[in-house]
Structure formats: C-alpha cells, structure tokens
C-alpha cells in the first residue's frame, strides 16, 4: 500500500527564471533528473503524505509529509518535492545521531562549509533541523543521479560512478561528487509533520 503520488512531476524548465541563485546551480538539467529517478532508492511504501498536483509540485508549490510512521533507520522517498526534484526523509537511529557528531576525517565537508548546499538552520552536524530527522534532495551533486539509502551502511550510494554520502548528506573525501548532498527549505509544521519546499525565507 502506497500513499505517495509516484507521479513523475519533472521540473518545468520554464520555471527555472524563478529557482533562487543558491539552488540554480543545483539543476542538472533534464538527462539528470530522468538517471536519479531510474535508480530511485527503495520507498518506504506506508508513510502517509499529502501532495499537491504534479503541476503545482513542478512549479514550486510546498508539500506536507507525514513522518508518523516513518521508524529510526528507515528512509521516506524519494518524494517528488520542491520543484519536482525528489526528496528523501530519514528517520535516524540514536546510535547513528551520535555517530554523525563525531569528527570523520573522510568527509570532504563535514562543518558544511559551503553555504550554498544548506539553509542556515541545516549547518550542523547532522544537516538538518532535528538531529534525528534527515531531508535532503536526492539528486548527486556529481551529475544528478538519485543515491541509493543504504541503511544497514549508515550511507547513501549513488551507483552511478560510485559516490557516497554519510546520513547527513555529507560526501566522502575523493570522490566525484564535489558537494554534499543539498537540503531543500523545509519546517515542521507539528512533531510528525514537514512541510518541504517552505520555512521563514521561502514562504
Ligand atoms: S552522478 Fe553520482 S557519482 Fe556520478
């Protein structure tokens, strides 16, 4: 059973003129988009979310998912979301919020140094708003594959040309992704609750 739209609302290309400055370099084109939905990551297929229609989606509009159900190491997505670029949730473990405080030398990023890859309230450790909660756009910074969630690895893995992330989205050192994985603006509406695609600056 599946609540989530598998609808595929690819990004109008129109629409670019309005994408913001930070997040424009982060469209990959339309050959990327169709690679990260062909290697989509596995959904978890019980989490119930409310979306708006493709178009709507497409054009920007934010999206309500509902992470009730969603249980520490799984992954929600990806979620078509935030102009139509797909979205993953995670839920982590206490162990792993714990192990992504620790210094990793292996990171190419770990503090987030590039302020274009989060909103300000994602630069810390876990990039993200709550340390237990992930959202991140699933799309490669190398050529805009989708990474796959390996849970039991603590990672995601985008099989295209072999790039790994840590479940901060945070890229591993030699590597062909030169980034982190990007955090869309996104708030918690109630505890179980996010709206993606808005907070305080993107309303
Ligand atoms: S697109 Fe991900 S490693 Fe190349």
Redesign the pocket.
Known sequence: MSDVETDDPRPDEGDAGNVDKTRRRLLVGST?IV?GIGVAGAAIPFVKSWNPSAKARALGAPIEVDISKLNPGEMLGPIPAWRGRPVFVIRRTPETVEQLASDNPELADPESKNEEMQPAYAKNRWRSRKPEIGVYEGL??????S?KFRGEENSFF??????VFDLAGRVFKN???PDNLPVPPYRFETENLIVIGEDEEHA
């Open positions: 990327a690679g490669c910074t190398h050529l805009g594959c990474p985008c099989v295209c040309h072999g790039s590597k062909p992704a």
